[in-house]
């Protein structure tokens, strides 16, 4: 059997340099992983520290974890669909992928954006340009634009908007998508007939465009706008919707990482323990834990 290519979001801290983060990844059990090259809600990023890389490097490679496979994900404040972000965000984004690529990592999520009341042909219209002059023959990396749930004005809701956007842009060889089980669900389309979904994507975006998929359940309905996602197997997609997304034969060689909330503590409620642990497990034996949100406090507390 093929091995199964699964991670989550861990963090990184500028001190740790990428080896905290691969630390992390391995504590879960993960053959993957995405980490923000900073704080996810700001722009503020630090150097690099290359002996650190390295070091990352070598740590991932004594643990099965294939560097082709690891994932960025480009800050979610950025909003190249707002004309009026539009100078700042093609620079911190050509500065990204700068970092991106001296981590040797080469696939840099990033959402589209939204509009924010400028309306969907002229928000698309600048997630292009933006797009136009960020990327250029010398790009190294695969910039994989994600699937949203439709909160607010957010665009990209659709394979059709991905695609338009690819269309429109010069070098869209760069450009790639990344699925997000809860944001496609939150958008409108039925993880309960998940083959149906891939088809679509297939004809309209075509399959060698998806480069990574984000893993989530989802606390709300199908078709909501929501975007809050939901720990693996609790939500409204459910376990079984999630395994096909996951163990799909057509999808074995993209990454598959979980973005699920952490769970909270009992006595003070807030966020406090990751939940990936569990979830991995349960998903490498392909069997639904209800005591997971129990389990996770217990190990950590
Ligand atoms: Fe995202
Ligand atoms: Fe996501
Ligand atoms: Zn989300």
Not at 130 to 144: K, M, P
Not at 222 to 232: L, Q, V, W
């Amino acid at each position: 059997m093929d091995k199964l290519i699964i991670g989550s979001h861990v963090s990184y801290k500028t001190d740790e340099g990428l080896i905290g983060s691969v630390k992390e990844a391995i504590s879960y059990g993960e053959t993957t992983f995405m980490f923000y090259t900073g704080a996810p809600q700001n722009t503020n990023r630090s150097p690099i520290d290359k002996d650190k890389t390295k070091k990352a490097i070598e740590l991932m490679k004594e643990n099965n974890i294939d560097l082709k496979n690891v994932v960025v994900h480009a800050p979610y404040i950025i909003n190249p669909a707002n004309y009026n972000n539009r100078d700042f965000c093609i620079s911190f984004l050509k500065q990204e992928i700068k970092r991106v690529e001296e981590f040797g990592v080469t696939k840099l999520v990033l959402h589209p954006g939204s509009h924010v009341g400028a309306g969907i042909e002229e928000g698309i219209k600048n997630i292009i340009s933006v797009l136009n002059e960020t990327l250029d023959a010398s790009t190294n990396v695969d910039v994989c634009l994600e699937t949203m749930a439709g909160k607010g004005s957010e665009l990209g809701t659709s394979f059709e908007q991905l695609k338009q956007i690819i269309d429109g842009v010069k070098y869209n060889d760069k450009l790639k998508v990344c699925l997000d089980t809860c944001h496609i669900s939150d958008a409108g389309y039925d993880l309960n007939d998940f083959d149906q979904v891939l088809n679509e994507f297939d004809n309209i975006i075509g399959l060698q465009k998806l480069a990574c998929i984000h893993v989530n359940d989802s606390k709300n309905i199908k078709g909501s706008h929501k975007d809050r996602h939901e720990n693996i197997g609790l939500g409204t997609i459910g376990f079984s919707n999630l395994l096909n997304v996951i163990y799909n034969e057509k999808l074995v060689n993209i990454p598959k990482i979980l973005e699920t909330p952490y769970v909270t503590d009992i006595d003070t409620n807030k966020r406090a323990y990751p939940p990936f642990k569990f979830e991995i497990n349960m998903i490498k034996e392909k069997k639904m834990n209800y005591d997971l949100v129990e389990d996770v406090r217990n190990y950590y507390n």
